[in-house]
């Protein structure tokens, strides 16, 4: 059983910066791929950023290359993103999720079906 916390959410104006965390709960946290997925109202969950399970290997969707960063620190098992130039169609409820089925993974991981444990999500708002 994993248990995934986010935290870091809240209201910040279009072109400033914050940075999520994803708190877990396990000690074999270094062995999966963790993914940030977010839901905006009245739209489907989608893919934002995955790490690999060593944080070397990281993978973003288009409409967020070169503003965020995904990374890990598998000591504090702990991911975090930090977004950056935010936007306001970048507000929706933030998730992470993990994919404990396949360890020590590499590629690319961005279906909401190939992770099995979430967080509770964190909202969050900007503002134009």
């Known amino acids: 059983q994993v248990q995934l916390v986010e935290s870091g959410g809240g209201l910040v104006q279009a072109g400033g910066s914050l940075r999520l965390s994803c708190a877990a709960s396990?000690?074999?946290?270094?062995?999966?791929?963790v993914g940030w997925f977010r839901q905006a109202p009245g739209k489907e969950r989608e893919f934002v950023a995955q790490?690999?399970?060593?944080?070397?290997?990281?993978y973003y969707a288009e409409f967020v290359k070169g503003r965020f960063t995904i990374s890990r620190d598998n000591g504090k098992s702990t991911a975090y993103l930090q977004m950056s130039s935010v936007r306001p169609e970048d507000t929706a409820v933030y998730y992470c999720?993990?994919?404990?089925?396949?360890?020590?993974?590499?590629?690319?991981?961005?279906?909401?079906?190939?992770?099995?444990?979430w967080g509770q999500g964190t909202q969050v708002t900007v503002s134009s």
């Open positions: 999720a993990a994919n404990t089925r396949v360890w020590f993974f590499d590629g690319r991981s961005d279906s909401p079906r190939q992770y099995d444990y």
């Open positions: 396990t000690r074999t946290f270094g062995r999966y791929a």
């Open positions: 790490v690999n399970w060593s944080g070397v290997n990281t």
